[in-house]
């Protein structure tokens, strides 16, 4: 079946500092990807959708110089979140669209910023 | 106005009984409905999608949709402890992203 693979799956990192998360698909090739964040006891909130070859579009209150995203091929999709502070410390998920449109989770990346 | 609405719970049932999670959404636009589960910690996992109008069933679950009133249900039969988790109610918008409902969170006690 349809895998996508994120990493890393847990981060620490300290105030200020760039953390990458990586998201990829593995068997399948996804024009469309999309990074939701998620807060303790909360549903998950898109962040952006991220399309291959173009600039991600981002929601309502998402900054985008802070959440950079990149979509350089059709099998990665990366979000990197720069000068981290402990408020972005959030469970963040990626997903991608298969082929015959179903979406398929990768495995999250829990991020505390220190 | 959210757009994909639930009630957040928690949701308590007895083993055995059948539990019932609703869902509305704003979008009336919207084609296609799913059901994740979520345990703490890990990545939704898709349950139930449905499409169109009318009831759809996989095991233990039953998926219903009414598109005229904008709702989508999850039903669970013979609960088990092992389905206590929070059940997230996901749409498809016009855009073509996947919103989420914020969840309901189900226990099933032994």
């Known amino acids: 079946g349809a895998v996508v693979s994120q990493h890393p799956s847990r981060v620490i990192c300290k105030s200020g500092t760039s953390v990458k998360i990586e998201c990829r698909s593995l068997d399948f090739q996804a024009t469309t990807m999309f990074w939701y964040r998620q807060f303790p006891k909360k549903s998950l909130m898109l962040m952006a959708t991220?399309?291959?070859?173009?600039?991600?579009?981002?929601e309502q209150g998402v900054e985008k110089d802070k959440f950079l995203i990149n979509h350089a091929s059709l099998t990665l999709s990366t979000l990197t979140v720069t000068s981290a502070h402990p408020e972005d410390s959030s469970f963040y998920i990626c997903s991608a669209i298969r082929g015959y449109g179903g979406y398929t989770f990768g495995s999250g990346t829990r991020l505390t910023v220190v | 106005q959210k757009e994909v609405e639930q009630n957040s719970g928690p949701l308590s049932v007895p083993e055995g009984a059948i539990a019932s999670l609703n869902c509305t959404y704003s979008d009336r636009g919207s084609q296609s409905f799913f059901w994740y589960r979520q345990y703490s910690g890990k990545s939704p996992e898709l349950i139930m999608s449905i499409y169109s109008n009318g009831d759809k069933e996989d095991g233990r679950f039953t998926a219903q949709l009414n598109k005229a009133s904008q709702y989508v249900s999850l039903l669970i039969r013979d609960s088990q402890p092992s389905d206590s988790a929070t059940y997230l109610c996901?749409?498809?918008?016009?855009?073509?992203?996947?919103?989420f409902g914020a969840g309901t969170r189900l226990t099933v006690k032994p």
């Open positions: 996901a749409v498809i918008s016009n855009n073509n992203d996947m919103r």
């Open positions: 991220s399309n291959e070859g173009s600039k991600a579009t981002y």
